[in-house]
């Protein structure tokens, strides 16, 4: 049976990709946790993959890293792939990559953390973030508007893996992004697959400091969300 190594689920938005693509894609496998930042986890990551990150995809001896090598793996398998008209693929593949490849900024200074909810006023946001959080808005206008949706590109592609945990970030951080972005959220939310994740998330024992301090000091993300 396949595996997949995930890290936290509250925190960790490569393994949150990677969960939501393997369930909605309706793929026979078991996930295997291990949490970032804890005890020994980068000897345990090692374990499973030389680049020692999260997620990892195990068929049978085969580890398979990096998210966009375990969608297009398993796109061949029948899961979730790209969108069928050769135009709207490549797009749909140039986001995906921009997402893969991007958004430092945006990372660094608004991390995942699902079970958690706070208000940032934006103009504490560097100008890079900001610039990126209007990037995304614009990427999300213009499929959502020229699709009509629901998804990026209609149905549900590797695409739209890609963008679900920005739109979750701003959701934690109270960000008002715009309309789209919105949209966009609500769709990810309505995932069963998301919501089984979010309960997963939500009964971690482990905080991490580092990230949970991004939330003001009177806001436990334990408490919130
Ligand atoms: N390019 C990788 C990125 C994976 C990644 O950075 N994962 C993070 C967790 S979200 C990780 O494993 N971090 C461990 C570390 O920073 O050493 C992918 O697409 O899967």
């Given at each position: 049976?396949?595996?997949?190594?995930?890290?936290?689920?509250?925190?960790?938005?490569w393994?949150?990709?990677?969960?939501?693509?393997?369930?909605?894609?309706?793929?026979?496998?078991?996930?295997?946790?291990?949490?970032?930042?804890?005890?020994?986890?980068?000897?345990?990551?090692?374990?499973?993959s030389?680049?020692?990150?999260?997620?990892?995809?195990?068929?049978?001896?085969?580890?398979?890293?990096?998210?966009?090598?375990?969608?297009?793996?398993?796109?061949?398998?029948?899961?979730?792939?790209?969108?069928?008209?050769?135009?709207?693929?490549?797009r749909?593949?140039?986001?995906?990559?921009?997402?893969?490849?991007?958004?430092?900024?945006?990372?660094?200074?608004?991390?995942?953390?699902?079970?958690?909810r706070?208000?940032?006023?934006?103009?504490?946001?560097?100008?890079?973030?900001?610039a990126?959080?209007?990037?995304?808005?614009?990427?999300?206008?213009?499929?959502?508007?020229?699709?009509?949706?629901?998804?990026?590109?209609?149905?549900?592609?590797i695409?739209?893996?890609?963008?679900?945990?920005?739109?979750?970030?701003f959701?934690?951080?109270?960000?008002?992004?715009?309309?789209?972005?919105?949209?966009?959220?609500?769709?990810?939310?309505?995932?069963?697959?998301?919501?089984?994740?979010?309960?997963?998330?939500?009964?971690?024992?482990?905080?991490?400091?580092?990230?949970?301090?991004?939330?003001?000091?009177?806001?436990?993300?334990?408490?919130?969300?």
């Amino acid at each position: 049976m396949l595996k997949l190594i995930v890290g936290n689920r509250n925190y960790s938005s490569w393994s949150l990709r990677a969960g939501l693509y393997l369930r909605e894609s309706g793929l026979d496998y078991e996930e295997i946790r291990v949490p970032l930042f804890t005890g020994n986890w980068r000897d345990e990551l090692l374990k499973y993959s030389p680049a020692g990150r999260v997620p990892v995809l195990l068929d049978g001896g085969n580890a398979v890293w990096d998210s966009l090598a375990i969608f297009e793996t398993l796109a061949e398998r029948g899961g979730i792939g790209w969108p069928t008209d050769p135009v709207q693929r490549s797009r749909a593949r140039s986001l995906a990559c921009e997402m893969h490849a991007g958004f430092m900024a945006l990372r660094d200074e608004l991390p995942l953390n699902l079970r958690a909810r706070t208000s940032l006023p934006l103009d504490t946001l560097s100008s890079a973030c900001r610039a990126q959080i209007d990037r995304i808005e614009a990427i999300l206008e213009q499929e959502l508007g020229r699709s009509g949706g629901p998804w990026l590109f209609g149905p549900l592609s590797i695409a739209d893996i890609m963008y679900a945990p920005v739109v979750l970030r701003f959701a934690t951080y109270g960000l008002s992004t715009g309309p789209a972005s919105e949209q966009f959220l609500r769709q990810v939310q309505s995932l069963s697959s998301f919501q089984q994740w979010l309960e997963l998330a939500r009964a971690e024992p482990e905080t991490l400091e580092f990230i949970d301090q991004r939330l003001p000091a009177e806001q436990s993300p334990l408490t919130l969300g």
